[in-house]
């Protein structure tokens, strides 16, 4: 009892620390975001404490926390939603009510989660998906692929470009009404990601070229080669996404050998035979001077981990790898990042290799704006910068779908 007591009333004041810890100047609603960032430290705190005393491993307490968030197909006077499989892969439909004589555009949006997390039908993506249905007038599919480390790289990917060809079949897009010239890949955070690689694979397969009209990538994290860009190091204690919790999610989608978190820790994962992709990665060359600040570019160390992952030299796990052509024939595209976030450099190098061959970017990026924010749409943390995320996002698809 006494040993309960102690663990509460320190718990408390952890709590309390963070709460008052610091966040930066500019954010909007400084106390919500305070709140959501003291959260999840102490669900890092508790998960970690779970794997040391053996009753869960680290990312089950972060899975069994999204599980409770979990939501039913409901319908409602604008859109009927359901869950089916589209070639064994679950997915959940939202099918606008109002009658149409044209064909429907469509969006598959692949969800966030680090990979080991999230789902299609947790309240906000739900919520998102529903909303963009609606205020659109569009057929959406939402995947619920794979997750590590049941489901290690990759598996989430080929689930994800599963259901975009068996989607992209006439008899299926007849079926829904769906316009074949306006459809969308949209991807939030590890989604993002996700978005990006079966964006990249079907536009560089002669059957599936310029199916896809345009890719919408929401704060996504598109490589893991490098792991202290200048927005890695800015951001590492937070808000919101903190560097190490994060990087034990990440690996996880790799493998469940502790030796390469360690390694990604310190930046010295890669071996010796991935020199040649740090081209593609380089914020030095692709950052704006802006965001340059007084960062030191430092070369990688290389060749210091034993054991050997080839999806770490994959472009279909860091799709920043693709080199300049597959880059090249890219569709119109839209990229959201945030100022105080870990994975801001990722998105803004994206943007700049994107540009460099000629493909459309519209890019948006939010000053105030914290990692994760459509995550904060619904219960139990609501942010309005959450639905300036969604607004601007729906803005564009508005305007360019
Ligand atoms: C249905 O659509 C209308 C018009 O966009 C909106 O005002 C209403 O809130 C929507 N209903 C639901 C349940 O979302
Ligand atoms: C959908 O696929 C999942 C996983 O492959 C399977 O467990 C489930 O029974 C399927 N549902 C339907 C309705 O076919
Ligand atoms: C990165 O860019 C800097 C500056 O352009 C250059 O000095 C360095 O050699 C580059 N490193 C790699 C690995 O591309």
Known sequence: MKYKTLCFGISCILFAHWLYSPVPENVEEPWKVRFADALIKMTTLVA??????????????????????????????????????????????????????????????????????????????????????????????????RLAPQHPFPAALEDCVSVVKFFLQEKVLAKYRVDPGRICISGDSSGGALAATVTQLLQNDPKFKDRIKAQALIYPGLQSIDTSLPSHREYAHGPIMFREATLKLLCLYVTEDKALLQAALKNEHMPEESRHLFKFVNWSDFLPEKYKKNHVYTEPVLGKLKASYPALLDSRLSPLLASDFQLQSLPLTYILTCEHDPLRDDGLIYISRLRNVGVQVTHDHIEEGVHGALSFTTAPVFLHLGLKVRDKYITWLEENL
């Open 48 to 145: 970690t404490l779970f794997e040391k005393i053996g009753i869960m491993k680290f990312e089950d307490t972060y899975v069994a926390i999204t599980l409770a968030y979990l939501t039913k197909p409901v319908s409602d006077e604008n859109v009927t939603v359901i869950d089916t499989n589209f070639s064994d892969i679950p997915v959940r439909l939202y099918l606008p009510k109002r009658k149409s004589e044209i064909r429907r555009p469509a969006i598959i949006f692949m969800h966030g989660g680090a990979f080991v997390m999230g789902s299609c039908k947790s309240s906000t993506h739900d919520d998102l998906n529903r909303w963009t249905s609606n205020k659109l007038d569009a057929v959406v599919v939402g995947i619920d692929y």
